[in-house]
């Protein structure tokens, strides 16, 4: 059996990192002033400035499960308001999908109700990625029963369901909460999942288990009215794994476990990272937050964000674009002065993460036993597959799984001589321990197959091209995963600036005829144990790729970086394609 370990001595930290009080370019300018208010509540007083402000203040969010539970599932998906339908259905994690037929090239020129269909994308909520067998094939079956076998493990940890019916979804809530799991402000203008370690509470070489504080952020504040009316979502993360496991430098908040000379454990505090259309990353106050005071940290972060963000251009109400206008000095001040009962003490950045952060592959845990994780090919599932792995799972002498920020699935405390016969059980399912490195490192957001903002096809696409490339690059030795991500729009669900190549779904012109395709995005990537902090690709003007070719492009530039690389430096793919001629990445 082979077995990987994780027990790599830590880089130092990353001094060339801004802190408190420090400025870099990250991806988008301070807005200029403004003769309008923005919107800012502690600002301009809590007058709504447009209509999606007027209904939120007018009845929240969360009202709408009532509605949905004595009106909507008797009357079908006719009696629904517009509004709820439009707006408040999502605090509940609902969704109304795609309408199947309609072609990418409509979807800027239909209106919401033109392009949806009467059945609903399901988002369940698993905050830190931590799952039991039981919840597993409470939602496995849940798929088979009342979504056409439909799942899929998102980049936030969550699970999606497709052709879900209004009437069905009190019956959902029922089963999901029996079990300890909800939909709650799964989406909307709130506090969205909480992204946490995978490895929380069983690696061997974990700092801290941010468990505790991850439930008490959870138990505190979600489904509280206070926090249900932000600007816009709000996305966390917290970690205490070195990996750094979380994506952490594109959320509105994060915590990454360091060790502070005098102080001991606790967290670095990012906030203001976010992609879609004007990435940015996070930034760091540089102050040390005790893990005690992590909640009331988070809260205070989120408070900043409901009473001072941008709510009159919806494209603006990011934290983002806050931080981007006040830095991170004030950002700081604001916080300590106005939302937390005492200063926070500076502290140090992390060391570079020595291991990769998607824990595909076997590894030690602390107690001696071993945790497995896997891949499907872009976090495409279904619910038999779900149930069959609840089974296998527990018959190799488990009940505990976790979803990861990378579409993964990393199944916990397996004995030594249970491993292999994990992994065989594992590969029967599809979910690859021991994946090609270009299906480890490709994942895809949902496209246009649900999807009423995209463009293109992602996972078909997407799965279509990881299995020729296995072929092709097969005599190949790639030095990393190749992190290959597909999206069907600009707004980058799939981190597409990002990634080694990202894909950006839009119409493109090839040989004078218009077709699906993407845009092409190289170089980019978050802090690993492959670059020390984290970029955002190149483009190159007028590199497109159809929508079918992903393969041909990927294989080519691949092997060109191959051919091209610097092998005795260690270069990777995303060092080489910020250097190479535009020529070359074509």
Not at 298 to 326: E, I, P, S, T
Not at 478 to 485: K, N, R, T, V, Y
Not at 553 to 573: I, K, P, S
């Amino acid at each position: 059996m082979t077995i990987e370990t994780t027990d790599a001595a830590p880089r130092a930290p990353r001094a060339e990192r801004p802190a408190h009080g420090e400025r870099a370019p990250r991806g988008i300018r301070s807005p200029r002033p403004s003769a309008k208010p923005n919107g800012q509540w502690k600002v301009d007083g809590t007058t709504p400035l447009n209509a999606n402000e007027e209904w939120k203040q007018a009845d929240g969010g969360l009202s709408v499960r009532e509605r949905i539970e004595t009106i909507y599932a008797a009357g079908g998906f006719q009696s629904i308001d517009p509004t709820d339908l439009h707006g408040r259905f999502r605090w509940w994690g609902l969704y109304t999908q795609r309408k199947p037929g309609i072609d990418g090239g409509r979807t800027a020129t239909l209106e919401p109700h033109e392009l949806e269909d009467e059945y609903f994308m399901l988002r369940v909520r698993i905050d830190g990625g931590q799952l039991t067998t039981e919840q597993l094939r409470v939602i496995g079956g849940i798929s088979t029963e009342f979504a056409r076998d439909t799942a899929d493990l998102t980049d936030r940890q969550n699970v999606q369901l497709h052709w879900v019916r209004v009437e069905d979804v009190p019956e959902i809530w029922r089963r999901l909460e029996a079990v300890g799991l909800e939909t709650t402000e799964a989406c909307g203008d709130v506090p969205r999942v909480i992204l946490g370690s995978p490895v929380a509470g069983i690696a061997a070489d974990e700092l801290i288990d941010p468990t505790p504080q991850i439930d008490e952020i959870a138990a505190r504040f979600i489904g509280d009215e206070s926090l249900a009316n932000l600007p816009r979502k709000f996305k966390s993360a917290i970690t205490g794994h070195p990996s750094q496991d979380v994506v952490h430098e594109i959320n509105d908040v994060a915590f990454v476990a360091v060790e502070h000379p005098d102080l001991g454990v606790g967290y670095d505090l990012w906030v203001g990272g976010g992609l879609s259309t004007a990435p940015r990353l996070a930034e760091r106050l540089g102050v040390w937050v005790p893990p005690e005071r992590t909640a009331d940290v988070w809260h205070g972060v989120a408070q900043v964000f409901r009473d001072y963000g941008y709510r009159r251009l919806r494209n603006k109400a990011r934290l983002k674009f806050l931080l981007a206008d006040w830095g991170a000095e004030r950002f700081r001040q604001v916080l300590e002065t106005e939302y937390l009962d005492a200063p926070l003490p500076g502290g140090p950045a992390a060391p570079t993460p020595a291991t990769p952060g998607d824990h595909v592959g076997v590894h030690r845990q602390k107690d001696g036993r071993f945790y497995v994780g896997a891949t499907p090919i872009v976090g495409r599932v279904s619910g038999p597959t779900l149930t069959k792995l609840a089974d296998l799972v527990e018959a190799h002498g488990s009940t505990r799984l976790r979803t990861t920020p990378h579409q993964k699935v990393v199944i916990l405390d397996i004995p030594e001589d249970r491993v292999e016969s994990l992994i065989a059980g594992l590969d029967e399912l599809g979910l690859q321990a021991r994946p090609s490195l270009i299906r480890r490192g490709t994942i895809a957001c949902t496209g246009i197959e649900f999807c009423k903002l995209a463009i293109v096809e992602t996972k078909a696409y997407a799965t279509a091209a990881v299995l020729e490339l296995e072929e092709r690059l097969a005599a190949f030795d790639l030095p990393h995963p190749i992190a290959l991500h597909v999206n069907g729009c600009p707004n980058s669900c799939a981190r597409i600036q990002t990634a080694d190549i990202g894909l950006k779904g839009q119409l493109v012109t090839i040989d004078g005829e218009q077709v699906p395709g993407y845009q092409v995005h190289l170089g980019g990537g978050l802090a690993s144990q492959d670059r020390d902090e984290a970029g955002l690709g190149r483009t190159v003007r007028g590199l497109k790729v159809a929508a079918d070719g992903i393969a041909d492009y990927v294989e080519r530039v691949v092997t060109r970086f191959l051919g091209e690389r610097d092998a005795a430096a260690g270069e990777t793919f995303a060092q080489w394609a910020h250097r190479a001629d535009e020529e070359a990445l074509r």
